[in-house]
């Protein structure tokens, strides 16, 4: 575990310039912003901005949320950006209609979407050899399937021992009708359909400077 700790530490620490590349993408988009349509905007934010977020929110699944807030401040002006609003209004409402999820919620919709693969038996050997469905002595209804609670499994590094404790609390926290999804598309859809009402809630009540 301290080896786990200190990995965690380690990669929270690779973030320095990665996010001055992003702050420097929202820097040079808001140059050109009064030259972009609303559609080009939201076109050019998520490919110079979004996909370096992701790269960055990967890899700090499971540390507390100060290490996740620098980046939350770099995707809420990219979400004013979007619709040319001024810096302190608040962005819930362009998440909403964008469909952005917040970081916290970005980490956990790609964390479950593998473990969605696992549980099914389409993710690989190793994914699956790091979470063991439990099932329930009981169902509590024979109309509804009763979708399976994970037990962890010990991995044999840092990042895979992260996976088997992350995904198991993750999943099973989960709504019943997400966990049963028949396809991954399916899946894929209830679980941000959730994030986005759980996640953009919890934005609503916080306040960010940037």
């Known amino acids: 575990m301290h080896g786990l700790h200190r990995s965690s530490l380690h990669r929270s620490s690779l973030h320095g310039p990665q996010q001055r590349a992003l702050i420097f993408a929202l820097y040079n988009i808001r140059r050109i912003r009064p030259f972009l349509t609303r559609i080009a905007?939201?076109?050019?934010?998520?490919?110079?901005?979004?996909?370096?977020?992701?790269?960055?929110?990967?890899?700090?699944?499971?540390?507390?949320?100060?290490?996740?807030?620098?980046?939350?401040?770099?995707?809420?002006?990219?979400?004013?950006?979007?619709?040319?609003?001024?810096?302190?209004?608040?962005?819930?409402?362009?998440?909403?209609d964008l469909h952005w999820l917040p970081v916290a919620a970005r980490i956990r919709f790609k964390t479950m979407v593998p473990t969605y693969k696992a549980v099914n038996g389409t993710a690989p050997t190793h994914l699956q050899a790091l979470v063991r469905p439990h099932a329930p002595a009981r169902t509590t209804s024979a109309r509804w399937p009763v979708p399976p609670s994970l037990r962890a499994s010990k991995g044999h590094t840092a990042e895979s021992q992260l996976f088997s404790v992350l995904a198991p609390l993750w999943w099973n926290d989960l709504p019943a009708d997400v966990r049963t999804a028949q396809s991954i598309t399916c899946f894929r859809k209830r679980l941000k359909t959730h994030l986005l009402r759980v996640h953009l809630d919890v934005l609503a009540t916080l306040k960010f400077c940037s």
Not at 68 to 76: A, M, V
Not at 81 to 91: A, G, I
Request: contains cysteine; aromatic residues 8%; glycine residues 2%.
């Open 41 to 96: 905007a939201q076109l050019l934010v998520p490919a110079l901005v979004l996909s370096r977020l992701d790269y960055c929110s990967s890899l700090l699944a499971g540390l507390p949320a100060s290490a996740i807030k620098p980046l939350q401040r770099i995707q809420n002006p990219a979400a004013r950006l979007v619709f040319n609003l001024p810096k302190f209004s608040h962005v819930t409402p362009p998440f909403r």
